[in-house]
């Protein structure tokens, strides 16, 4: 299998060839995002455009058949003083001892189809199952000189479709993007990615990526989450 056939595996793409062969590949990167929440739960309006949502994901892709692959991918992150504002039912603010603590998880699950492969070109479509948690921790006063603990939770999920291009310019260098729409159970819009991968060991190498996911629903609700990921891939043939 050529260097740049490895590649395609740490961008969730499949290359030419790569996706013919027997292989499980595996991707680990550090995420750091900003995410812009506007949104209501459990009778307390909560929003704000905050950054330093931190935290790590792993991806992990491999072939079905010649002519598809699957992919599977997790991330958590989290900012411990977010900073958050929240309100009550009236619009009065909600006062917090010691900020908001948030937290993020996201799954997904997919299979995808190489349409069109031409040289060092790819495209291709990917069709995923997209589960995500949102959750908010925060202390307030009882009014006693007590504190009481609290916690909101939204949870969503849906379908993304996606068409996307793997491009090689050299044998250890790839750059790929994906462009598609996200629906989930109260939001939804349009995402995409955009990354590079550099092969630097005949088992793995370095990768970067940045995506975009803008969803709006009913209401002002409002989710944009835009993380830089920077990892590396290894490869087990």
């Given at each position: 299998m050529r260097p740049a056939q490895l590649l395609a595996i740490s961008a969730l793409l499949l290359s030419a060839n790569a996706y013919a062969a027997s292989f499980d590949s595996l991707d680990l990167y550090y995420s750091s995002a900003d995410i812009d929440v506007q949104g209501r739960s459990n009778g307390v309006n909560y929003g704000g455009d905050l950054g330093s949502l931190d935290g790590f994901g792993l991806k992990f892709r491999g072939s079905i058949a010649e002519d598809f692959f699957f992919s599977g991918e997790y991330q958590g992150s989290e900012i411990k003083r977010s900073g958050l504002s929240l309100s009550d039912n009236a619009g009065a603010a909600i006062a917090t001892n010691d900020g908001v603590e948030l937290d993020y998880t996201e799954w997904r699950l997919g299979v995808g189809l190489p349409f069109y492969r031409e040289h060092s070109l790819t495209l291709f479509g990917l069709l995923e199952y997209v589960d995500t948690e949102f959750e908010a921790a925060y202390d307030t006063d009882d009014g006693n000189g007590g504190v009481v603990s609290n916690n909101l939770?939204?949870?969503?999920?849906g379908v993304a479709a996606h068409g996307g291009v793997l491009?090689?310019?050299?044998?250890?260098?790839?750059v790929y993007g994906q462009v598609g729409y996200l629906k989930l159970d109260d939001v939804d819009g349009i995402e995409y990615l955009a990354g590079t991968a550099l092969q630097?060991?005949?088992?793995?190498?370095?990768f970067a990526e940045y995506r975009s996911s803008d969803l709006k629903g009913d209401g002002g609700t409002r989710v944009e989450l835009t993380p830089?990921?920077?990892?590396v891939y290894l490869l087990v043939q």
């Open positions: 939770r939204q949870r969503q999920s491009f090689n310019p050299t044998a250890a260098w790839s630097v060991h005949r088992y793995g190498g370095l830089w990921r920077f990892g």
